[in-house]
């Protein structure tokens, strides 16, 4: 029979706990209580305060910071949480002098401090930039869509919207005639009946809230003045594709310097579309730059290389970058295409398992169609008419006849493998015919730019995008579990990504910039 040490639930110990001794030197938690508490300038939160003569105390805002902090460091981004790590988790306890805040003050601090929260980035890219982290001369500019607290079903343009409520009026309609129907008939199914006024109560709140949203909200504008989608759970996020499915959310979008990956400007946009994202980002790096920081002043921009991707190539950035003479390496979507070295990229890529998708050279093009210019007709490969949809589209700065396929036609055509993109479109074909090539200042701005990129210097430099920022978008996501903005309205959300960045940049002054 073995024996083992003895033991008893029923026995009281005492164990002394020494707050700053929790706090050790070397730690995460250590240069976040250095940093707030020596670094910072929090009067900022002063005038969110209005108790100096009644009211109770509030809870001090360095307290609120370095917890909210040091959670969102670990992950942990729920209020609720936040407040159970402050009454069981040690360092938690030692951080906030175990004063123990609500989680509705903690809340209210990351959603109302947004203002603050940006006079924060500010101040502790000022340490990074003091302590020699950053380098001024490169910065790589890239975003990221995250989904948002707004659900995707909610959104629509408002004629959709208006279809949409109409579609649920109907609905609570027939649930009515149903019960008048029924109680003709004699007493209903007590469960049923309980379960079809619930529904019809649910449908009703849920119509009043599109009509009010419809009454009280305009349409929203995109940059080229058409209607974009609204949603009426979050109106200023926005739907968008992405490699992973559709999302409503914000595009998170940060600058960062080569030299040690320090967010230098961030800033969240409720659009999916990055391309006139770089204009306002660059003012951001001005703004933070202008005149506060050695060797800057407003220079920085024209002394700076701009790295960005194919998302933010547009004639009208290009243009942009030209006027202000900055010296910008922005990639168009077929850089690839042209570079010798991704020849052989194919070969890396997951091959599709099906035969749905035909080799683009196996698919009939325009040549393959009949076209009669003067007459604006189309026949198709499989001698079927196409119908004209549009005589003059402009597509970036080219001006095309566009045609379209009959649905029925294409649907049963024995030729639609090869003339179909993936046979399992269900759309028909469309054809279109290029007219001419706008004489447009852009084109050769666009074509500078191919030239700048494909250039063996434009190469080296446009190279060293991937190693800058894409680290930043892997630390935030994956080691601070950034998944999506817990918060609704652009401003709230661009505090929240700020806030992040910020932490981001906390974490580089801890590994590169203190030796505490
Ligand atoms: S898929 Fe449509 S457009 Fe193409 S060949 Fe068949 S009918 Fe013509």
Redesign the pocket.
């Known amino acids: 029979m073995p024996r083992f040490k003895p033991y008893d639930y029923k026995q009281t110990v005492m164990l002394p706990v020494d707050f700053e001794q929790q706090i050790l030197p070397g730690t995460f938690e250590y240069s976040l209580h250095y940093l707030v508490d020596n670094e910072l300038d929090l009067s900022i939160f002063n005038s969110k305060f209005n108790n100096d003569e009644a009211g109770r105390p509030a809870y001090d805002p360095a307290i609120l910071l370095k917890i909210v902090l040091l959670a969102y460091s670990r992950g942990v981004t729920s209020s609720r949480k936040i407040e159970a790590l402050c009454r069981e988790n040690v360092i938690f306890m030692a951080l906030s002098a175990d004063s123990r805040p609500h989680f509705t003050t903690i809340a209210d601090f990351i959603s109302g401090s947004a203002e603050q929260i940006a006079d924060l980035f500010h101040q502790v890219l000022m340490v990074c930039d003091a302590l020699g982290l950053i380098g001024h001369e490169m910065f790589a500019v890239d975003g990221c869509k995250m989904p948002s607290n707004a659900c995707k079903e909610w959104s629509g343009t408002h004629d959709d919207l208006k279809k949409k409520a109409k579609k649920i009026d109907r609905a609570v309609r027939f649930l009515l005639n149903k019960h008048r129907e029924e109680d003709k008939k004699g007493p209903p199914d007590p469960t049923m009946r309980q379960r079809e006024e619930k529904q019809k109560e649910t449908l009703t709140k849920a119509s009043r809230k599109i009509k009010k949203f419809l009454t009280e909200n305009k349409k929203r504008q995109g940059r080229r003045g058409k209607e974009v989608k609204s949603n009426i759970t979050d109106n200023d996020s926005a739907k968008m594709k992405t490699s992973h499915g559709v999302l409503q959310g914000y595009t998170g979008v940060a600058a960062v310097d080569a030299e040690h990956q320090v967010v230098v400007h961030a800033e969240a946009f409720g659009t999916g579309q990055e391309h006139g994202l770089l204009e306002p980002m660059l003012e951001g790096i001005r703004k933070a730059f202008n005149g506060n920081y050695h060797n800057c002043g407003d220079e920085i921009l024209s002394e700076a290389k701009i790295l960005a991707d194919s998302g933010f190539h547009s004639g009208q950035t290009l243009e942009h970058l030209e006027a202000e003479g900055i010296d910008g390496y922005i990639a168009d979507p077929g850089f690839r295409s042209r570079d010798p070295r991704f020849k052989t990229a194919s070969r890396h890529k997951p091959q599709d398992s099906g035969a749905s998708k035909i080799h683009p050279k196996k698919r ?1 093009s325009v040549s393959d169609f009949q076209v009669d210019l003067a007459n604006k007709t189309c026949v ?3 001698g ?1 008419p ?1 119908w004209l949809k549009c005589a003059k589209a402009k597509i970036g700065e080219r001006l095309f006849m566009q045609f379209m ?1 009959y649905q029925a ?2 649907d049963r ?1 024995a ?2 493998s090869q ?2 993109r993936d046979i399992r479109q269900k759309g ?2 469309q054809v279109n015919v290029l007219l001419e090539t706008l004489s447009s200042p852009k084109i050769g701005i666009i074509e500078r730019m191919k030239q700048k990129i494909d250039s063996v210097f434009g190469r080296h430099i446009y190279g060293q995008r991937l190693g800058i920022v894409e680290p930043v978008f892997g630390n935030l996501r994956e080691t601070l579990g950034l998944r999506r903005f817990s918060l609704r309205g652009r401003t709230k959300v661009d505090g929240q990504w700020k806030l992040m960045t910020m932490l981001h940049n906390i974490g580089k002054i801890h590994r590169y910039g203190w030796t505490l």
């Open positions: 009939f198709c490969p499989a079927n196409l396929g036609d294409c055509c030729k639609r003339c179909l028909a074909r």
